[in-house]
């Protein structure tokens, strides 16, 4: 989200490192694909705000776009299998439903929607989040000049 963009490029500052960019604004449905040199792409807690088919999207082309092992991290809550992973994440689903957000998204699901990339990794976090690690399989898009 903008408002959050100052405090992740302070610390992108404070990294000194090179190869990192500010973060991007995407919204999905509305803006095209960035005109990017990336080869990793990270969003945090968006698949369960976001409408089921805008997460379908969002996968789609975070997959048609990027490098051949290229890297997709996901970070949030997700269902494995269908099933809530705890008690406060189906609460928590529930109250964004009711607010009009999408809701939390099965990893089986991601995976079907990200299916020109491959799932290398299933990481547990706190609060009952994973990271998800995918990585790039197929050549970026391009148009011929």
């Known amino acids: ?3 959050n963009h100052a405090s992740v490029n302070a610390w992108i500052t ?3 490192l090179k ?3 500010s973060p991007v604004e995407l919204t999905i449905g509305r803006d095209p694909w960035p005109d ?10 968006t698949t369960h ?8 999207q969002m996968m789609e082309l975070v997959a048609s776009n990027l490098p ?3 890297v997709f ?6 269902n494995v299998n269908g099933d809530y992973t705890s008690e406060s994440n189906r609460k928590f689903d529930q109250k964004i439903k009711d607010e009009g957000f999408g809701g939390i998204r099965s990893i089986e699901e991601l995976i079907n929607w990200g299916k020109e ?18 990585k790039g399989s197929k050549l970026p898009n391009t148009e011929a000049p």
């Open 1 to 3: 989200m903008p408002e």
């Open 14 to 16: 404070e990294s000194q």
């Open 19 to 21: 190869n990192i960019i």
């Open 36 to 45: 990017l040199n990336v080869d990793t792409v990270f969003t945090a807690n």
């Open 49 to 56: 705000i976001m409408q089921p088919q805008e997460v379908q």
């Open 68 to 70: 051949v092992n290229g």
């Open 73 to 78: 991290c996901q970070y949030g809550p997700m």
């Open 117 to 134: 990339m491959t799932l290398i990794e299933r990481i547990p976090m706190p609060s009952n989040n994973f990271l998800l690690v995918w």
